[in-house]
């Protein structure tokens, strides 16, 4: 195994860039155009409880973790990955770890498999497009 990137050499502009791009991607994937409508009645949340959420709270929370699984898959790829490898890397990280812990745990919750499915490949795209934007940076 190779050793990490060391800090000094974390690109910190294209990790907050790769975060930031999370949250209009969460936008489109989660509004009527994509998976909204089945996401919220898989998720049993009405329109009501919808309305209702912490937006601004949700989206630091969210930023905040993008963030951190920015500077991981970083630390991971180094300075000179470039796009393909960068996207590849966030395309297994998103499978095989993102994808592969959701799976694991609203299985056992007995979440519907449609919401484990967005759930899942939510994140499996978002890995997918930070790699990018990481390795193309």
Avoid: K
């Avoid at 601004?56 to 920015?70: D, I, N, Q, R, S």
């Avoid at 990955?81 to 799976?103: E, H, R």
Wanted: charged letters at 10%; a positive charge.
């Amino acid at each position: 195994m190779t050793t990490l990137t060391d800090l000094a050499d974390i690109n910190y502009a294209a990790v907050t860039a790769a975060a930031a791009a999370r949250l209009p991607l969460a936008g489109l994937w989660h509004s009527p155009l994509m998976f909204g409508r089945p996401w919220e009645r898989h998720a049993g949340l009405s329109a009501e409880q919808m309305r209702r959420r912490p937006l601004p709270a949700l989206f630091a929370l969210a930023f905040v973790t993008a963030l951190a699984g920015a500077f991981v898959l970083a630390l991971l790829l180094g300075r000179d990955a470039g796009l393909a490898t960068g996207a590849l890397a966030g395309l297994l990280t998103g499978l095989g770890v993102a994808a592969g812990a959701l799976l694991s745990s609203m299985a056992f919750e007995a979440r519907p498999p449609r919401l484990i499915a967005i759930d899942a490949g939510f994140h499996t795209t978002v890995f997918t497009v930070t790699g990018a934007v990481l390795g193309a940076w």
